[in-house]
């Protein structure tokens, strides 16, 4: 499993928290996660999920309720491993 979406929409079901994050870790090899209009995550539940992907190179927050600065300290941390794999 390299991509999964779990994006929520106004209507729907599909909502998770951080708890639902730890279970990514299920998959390694994952590469892009598409969380948006997913609001009961915070921040460092998105952190620690990054940290447990290796493979993690793109996550959707669009519609998260993460605040500004807590998603510019997320794409850091995703261009410094980009950077990391490009070296």
């Known amino acids: 499993l390299e991509t999964l979406d779990i994006r929520a929409e106004q209507s729907s079901n599909k909502k998770i928290s951080d708890a639902g994050l730890e279970a990514l870790v299920k998959f390694p090899s994952l590469q892009k996660v598409d969380l948006r209009g997913?609001?009961?995550?915070?921040?460092?539940?998105?952190?620690?999920?990054?940290?447990?992907?290796?493979s993690l190179l793109a996550v959707d927050l669009e519609n998260c309720g993460i605040s500004a600065d807590?998603?510019?300290?997320?794409?850091k941390l995703m261009v410094d491993r980009l950077a990391k794999k490009a070296q």
């Open 38 to 54: 997913q609001d009961q995550i915070t921040e460092d539940g998105v952190k620690k999920t990054i940290a447990a992907l290796p």
């Open 70 to 75: 807590g998603v510019a300290d997320i794409r």
